[in-house]
């Protein structure tokens, strides 16, 4: 007998398999299995990565280390020589104006003068040392009261023994006028004052 044509045509179905069933392992080995895992991966990765060369460390040479000296600025060392200089001549000037204190002036030194033989008669004879004056007088009272109005420059010259000293002298449509004085080294003066070649007026300090 002939199976039916429809059947003949169709495609095998293929049979599944049952599934099997994983074997859940119990808590205790779970646990057991999960504290190992990390150790295995430790030394598995440990085995796996390429080990490194070992670098030789080099160690430079400490640096030298700086002096103080170098540490110093030249500007600082110029400062420090001028001032080592200034000090310097202030010290030599200070020696020098010692030096020249010490020493007696030409004007502090004694100068010694022989004595004249008038030096000796007036030290040995008192009495003329007083009576020798110092240096003469050109006018006295006695001479001054002598000079009268009216008198010439020539009369009163003649009185006084000396010459005068002219210290005015003026012109006028009226006539002319001078003066003169007579002064002695002391400080004594006299003064005469002529109008038109006469005495006119006279006047006197210190006689």
């Known amino acids: 007998m002939e199976p039916p044509q429809n059947q003949l045509n169709q495609e095998p179905v293929p049979v599944k398999a049952p599934a099997a069933k994983t074997a859940i392992p119990n808590g205790s080995s779970a646990q057991k299995l999960g504290a190992v895992k990390p150790a295995i991966?430790?030394?598995?990765?440990?085995?796996?990565?390429?080990?490194?060369?070992?670098?030789?460390?080099?160690?430079?040479?400490?640096?030298?280390k700086k002096s103080q000296f170098a540490q110093i600025n030249p500007l600082q060392l110029l400062t420090v020589g001028l001032l080592v200089v200034i000090l310097g001549l202030l010290l030599g000037l200070f020696v020098k104006l010692l030096t020249?204190?010490?020493?007696?002036?030409?004007?502090?030194?004694?100068?010694?003068?022989?004595?004249?033989?008038?030096?000796?008669?007036?030290?040995?004879?008192?009495?003329?040392?007083?009576?020798?004056?110092?240096?003469?007088?050109?006018?006295?009272?006695?001479?001054?009261n002598q000079i009268k109005k009216g008198m010439t420059l020539k009369q009163v010259e003649g009185v006084i023994g000396n010459p005068g000293k002219l210290i005015a002298d003026s012109s006028t449509p009226n006539g002319t006028g001078q003066v003169y004085s007579w002064k002695n080294p002391q400080g004594s003066n006299a003064i005469v004052e002529f109008k038109n070649g006469k005495v006119a007026a006279k006047a006197q300090a210190g006689l």
């Open 41 to 64: 991966d430790a030394a598995a990765s440990k085995a796996i990565a390429p080990t490194k060369p070992a670098i030789a460390e080099v160690r430079q040479p400490p640096s030298p």
């Open 100 to 144: 020249l204190k010490n020493e007696p002036t030409s004007a502090e030194q004694k100068v010694i003068v022989p004595a004249t033989n008038t030096d000796r008669s007036l030290e040995s004879d008192p009495n003329l040392a007083s009576n020798y004056p110092a240096t003469p007088e050109k006018i006295n009272r006695d001479r001054f």
